[in-house]
């Protein structure tokens, strides 16, 4: 399966979602304001943590390192700050 068809796609449905919303023109709600602050953590998320287990035993470390990155972005509340801890944390264990 080629796989531009599906990225070419995927942005059309992104672009026309988000021209949409400029389009109407129409206020967020505050509760929606105050759900969609999290859903950059919630992506997150669900792309690390499928991959904690690892594989040749490297599960320790993979937990190790998502504990102390969640204990940078949780201690600093700067995202970009969790996944450069984690990432030299994982990077300096192995």
């Known amino acids: 399966m080629n796989p ?6 995927m942005a059309a449905v992104t672009y026309a979602s988000r021209l ?12 929606w304001e105050r759900f969609l602050r999290f859903v ?14 690892g594989e ?3 599960a ?9 990155a969640a204990a940078a972005s949780w201690r600093f509340r700067k995202l970009w ?4 801890v ?5 990077w300096g264990l192995r």
């Open 81 to 84: 700050l969790g996944i450069t």
């Open 20 to 31: 949409t919303g400029l389009w109407l023109r129409t206020r967020v709600p505050p509760f």
């Open 56 to 58: 040749r035993g490297e």
């Open 40 to 53: 950059p953590i919630a992506v997150f998320a669900a792309l690390v943590v499928p991959a904690l287990p």
């Open 4 to 9: 531009l068809p599906i990225i070419l796609g």
């Open 60 to 68: 320790g470390v993979r937990l190790l390192a998502a504990a102390l």
């Open 86 to 90: 984690g990432m030299a944390a994982y």
